[in-house]
């Protein structure tokens, strides 16, 4: 419950991130075999879903905008469960901040995705507008990228239907994250939406024709699914077969491309540097929630799990609890990798934690002190949800018809 969705995506680096993309349409040249959908290499030989992803440590973080007046399109949104912690704000939102100033931007709360798993049906109203302001607390520009909510443009789930009749079960049973949750919590207590979300995350990110999708470790096989399912439905209803029921022929879906972190992938949970920060594990001790008081958060720091080695470092695989608390630190406090090195490299933990501590909370504090403002103003609230969710409909409803259309529905 509450995984972070298109979006958990990290860098543990000073500077704003400069996504690359990694897979390229043309890569390798493939092709659908007709009789079973699958994916054949030039000697035939099915590829079987797997994910193509690559991680390039010599390239910038954000892929440098085209030279066209036609922005690339970009999409990304977290789940309205549990608070919003450092690690969705590192991994994704505070990196939107740089991906809107030269991309077409649309973030929103995912909130049809937080019923795959047991909630509170009392607070999901709350939690999606609580998360919609951290959004614009954090520097989301309504003027630059549209903020909606998912269930509020009704696209996603009819897409979502006409995508799973052309989703073959066995690629979803693959789903990792499928087999763990559905494991931890019996067949019984599982719901289907948990074995189809995959599919609705592949609606999310086609409806808007997107060209790029900010990814992490754990969503890389989301997209490879929703990849996969693009160039399906392209070949079994697109091209001349489409042109022939009226439509413009061609490809009905963008094939999304990844934008992957060159280092890093993401922030670890404070009680264990081996796991990382999660709305979902049980103790709130283990994450940094950015609402959190001061005196939260030092309390946090001063609990969280260290070792007994002298000084701090970086990247030692024996250290992962030092490595992350100065990673967060670098990113809190703005300075470089080497200059926290030189920083810390002879200090005690009890001198570290309150350094640590200063910096979260002077970071922090300014994104509280606007969330609260924002809160306040529930009709400004309102209206940029309702602004956005009317821009991002427009879009999602011209895919839409055309997917109508090619399956051959009869349209009013």
Request: some cysteine; hydrophobic content about 40%; proline content about 6%.
């Amino acid at each position: 419950m509450g995984r972070p969705v298109l979006s958990h995506f990290l860098t543990l680096s000073h500077s704003y991130p400069h996504f690359t993309p990694s897979l390229r349409r043309g890569h390798f040249p493939v092709k659908y075999m007709k009789t079973t959908g699958l994916l054949l290499s030039p000697s035939r030989r099915p590829i079987r879903f797997r994910c193509f992803c690559s991680v390039s440590v010599s390239e910038p973080l954000v892929p440098q905008s085209p030279p066209t007046t036609v922005k690339k399109r970009i999409v990304s949104g977290v789940q309205p469960t549990g608070s919003i912690h450092l690690g969705n704000y590192l991994g994704a939102i505070k990196n939107w901040i740089s991906l809107q100033n030269s991309y077409d931007t649309l973030f929103f709360i995912v909130d049809l995705h937080a019923i795959t798993l047991p909630y509170d049906a009392q607070q999901l109203s709350k939690a999606t507008r609580d998360t919609a302001a951290i959004y614009l607390a954090c520097g989301v520009d309504t003027s630059k990228a549209s903020v909606f909510v998912q269930s509020h443009v009704r696209a996603h789930v009819e897409l979502m239907w006409l995508l799973s009749s052309a989703t073959p079960i066995g690629w979803l049973n693959r789903m990792i994250q499928f087999k763990e949750k559905s494991r931890k919590a019996g067949d019984e207590n599982v719901a289907v939406a948990l074995l189809t979300y995959p599919v609705l995350m592949a609606s999310d990110i086609l409806l808007y024709q997107s060209d790029f999708v900010p990814v992490g470790e754990d969503q890389k096989q989301h997209l490879e699914l929703t990849r996969e399912l693009a160039e399906r439905v392209n070949f079994l209803y697109g091209g001349r077969k489409w042109k022939k029921l009226g439509g413009r022929g061609g490809t009905i879906f963008k094939v999304p491309e990844p934008l992957i972190p060159p280092t890093g992938a993401r922030v670890m949970s404070l009680t264990d540097g081996l796991s990382k920060m999660s709305k979902s594990a049980p103790s709130d001790q283990s994450r940094i929630n950015l609402l959190d008081s001061k005196d939260i958060i030092a309390n946090k720091i001063k609990r969280c799990k260290t070792d007994s080695f002298i000084g701090l470092e970086f990247d030692n695989p024996e250290r992962p609890e030092s490595n992350n608390l100065l990673s967060i630190y670098q990113l809190m406090s703005g300075k470089t990798k080497e200059e926290v090195a030189q920083e810390c490299e002879n200090m005690n933990w009890g001198t570290f934690k309150i350094l640590l501590t200063d910096a979260l909370i002077d970071h922090l504090q300014p994104i509280q002190v606007r969330y609260e403002e924002i809160m306040s103003d529930s009709a400004y609230l309102d209206r940029v949800l309702a602004e956005g969710a009317t821009k991002a409909a427009d879009i999602a409803d011209a895919t839409l018809n055309n997917v109508y259309q090619a399956m051959g529905f009869l349209r009013r």
